[in-house]
């Protein structure tokens, strides 16, 4: 168990919706990562939070968007849904964010949500 | 433009013989390699790392050298059991906290 919790586990929905995935980070981790696989594909790297701010971003959408909390949970929100979203999405989770040595960069990855888009 | 490649899909070896993986990059920035596992339904798990500054880590049967002259970093698993089956992701991080995943490699060991 990694201690990243992603909910929910399985995720059906119609084109053209828009729906919320929700991550908790490991406990007194600050940074979060938001991560697409699609079928046969890499991780595709999304955005990044640190402490609340985004810190970096990758190849997001832009029907796409996320925050951070103050309790630091993460929600990825995923709208104007198309068949093309279908794909596992994993949170991580890390101790830091820049500056801190190996260690602090080392992610932790929640066991994702697969969202299917029919 | 990926700035990190695992150019083999997939690897096959025989129990007890030595899995190579491969990983190579573009970016002279990156100040950490890292290697993750990911077993079917589940997330990857973080396995062995390896500073810029170092050229090999080992770890039990684990070994990652990395050869930043070529910008090539390899991880050695010996002796390969069938629990090693898995997709395996190399990533790489700059100190600025942004990693860049390759898009992995599944190794099969064959009892």
């Known amino acids: 168990d990694s201690g990243v919790t992603q909910t929910p586990k399985h995720l059906i929905t119609a084109t053209g919706q828009r729906v919320t995935l929700r991550c908790s980070p490991r406990?007194?981790?600050?940074?979060v990562y938001w991560y697409q696989q699609s079928l046969d594909q890499g991780l595709q790297f999304l955005i990044q939070?640190?402490?609340?701010?985004?810190?970096a971003k990758g190849n997001i959408l832009e029907r796409f968007s996320a925050q951070q909390f103050p309790d630091l949970h993460s929600e990825l929100n995923l709208s104007s849904l198309e068949l093309g979203d279908s794909a596992l999405y994993f949170c991580?989770?890390?101790?830091?964010?820049?500056?801190?040595?190996?260690?602090?960069?080392?992610?932790?990855f929640g066991a994702g949500t697969r969202l299917s888009v029919l | 433009d990926q700035q990190v490649k695992q150019n083999s899909p997939s690897l096959s070896v025989q129990e007890g013989r030595i899995s190579i993986l491969n990983c190579d990059y573009t970016?002279?920035?990156?100040?950490?390699f890292l290697w993750y596992k990911k077993y079917p339904a589940e997330g990857p798990t973080f396995l062995i790392s390896?500073?810029?500054?170092?050229d090999k880590n080992e770890d039990g049967r684990f070994t990652v050298f990395l050869n930043k002259s070529a910008k090539h970093l390899s991880l050695h698993i010996v002796p390969s059991q069938p629990g090693d089956s898995a997709v395996y992701f190399c990533?790489?991080?700059?100190?600025?906290?942004?990693?860049?995943f390759g898009d992995g490699t599944t190794l099969t060991v064959k009892p």
């Open positions: 991580a989770s890390s101790v830091g964010s820049s500056g801190g040595g190996l260690a602090k960069n080392i992610q932790y």
């Open positions: 406990s007194g981790d600050l940074s």
């Open positions: 939070y640190y402490n609340g701010e985004e810190r």
């Open positions: 970016n002279s920035m990156f100040d950490y």
């Open positions: 390896i500073s810029s500054i170092k």
């Open positions: 990533a790489a991080t700059t100190n600025a906290g942004k990693s860049t």
